[in-house]
Antibody
């Protein structure tokens, strides 16, 4: 069965960096685009970034453009999110999700919590 | 950037039919996808494309679309359907995905 397992969350001070990982299994990772989506405490879902199956295409939400970098290592079946210049408003649960048909995100991990606080 | 608008709160009596709507310009280019999220859990895809349910999603969930509005209909709502529901789409001009603000569904 398809599994997505996020890791790397924790507490970071404003202005510092964190790198999230998402290990995928149960499908052909190297043939599928992947997303990061976040959810601030008590708030709705916010799309963060997408990467194409081969890493050649990357797009970001305006709120993270220039600070976050999405990448992948298909040899390790792993997706990454490098988060630099963190702000308090980046505090959220971060989910990785598999790009399904059309615009859908058809499988999601359980999420990893990032808290940005001094 | 593109936006999707949902009613924040909707309620339905047990066994009745409820429609949850999603409005936005990006829906003129793409069908919405819909997600169900229960407290403390990750979202689950319940509908995608014109009206397609992933495996395991009950057939009481259906979708429709017209112009800039997409709808998720639950026919014969069950207590287990009480959850937050989100729509999403894609802005073709920026290649950014977008989520609606979510609808909290209460089953009375």
């Amino acid at each position: 069965q398809i599994q997505l397992v996020e890791s790397g969350g924790g507490v970071a001070q404003p202005g510092r960096s964190l790198r999230l990982s998402c290990e995928a299994s149960g499908f052909s990772f190297a043939t599928k685009g992947m997303h990061w989506v976040r959810q601030a405490p008590g708030k709705g879902l916010e799309w963060v970034a997408v990467i194409s199956y081969d890493g050649s295409g990357k797009y970001y939400a305006d709120s993270v453009k220039g600070r976050f970098t999405i990448s992948r290592d298909n040899s390790k079946n792993t997706l990454y999110l490098q988060m630099d210049s963190l702000r308090s408003e980046d505090t959220a649960v971060y989910y990785c999700a598999k790009w399904g048909l059309a615009v859908s995100l058809d499988f999601w991990g359980q999420g990893t919590l990032v808290t940005v606080s001094s | 950037s593109s936006e999707l608008t949902q009613d924040p709160v909707v309620s339905v009596a047990l066994g009745q039919t409820v429609r949850i709507t999603c409005q936005g310009d990006s829906l003129r280019g793409y069908y919405a996808s819909w997600y169900q999220q229960k407290p403390g859990q990750a979202p689950v895809l319940v509908l995608h494309g014109k009206d397609n349910r992933p495996s395991g999603i009950p057939d009481r969930f259906s979708g429709s679309s017209s112009g800039n509005t997409a709808s998720l209909t639950i026919t014969g709502a069950q207590a287990d359907d009480e959850a937050d529901y989100y729509c999403n789409s894609r802005d073709s001009s920026t290649n950014q995905w977008v989520f609606g603000g979510g609808t909290k569904l209460t089953v009375l």
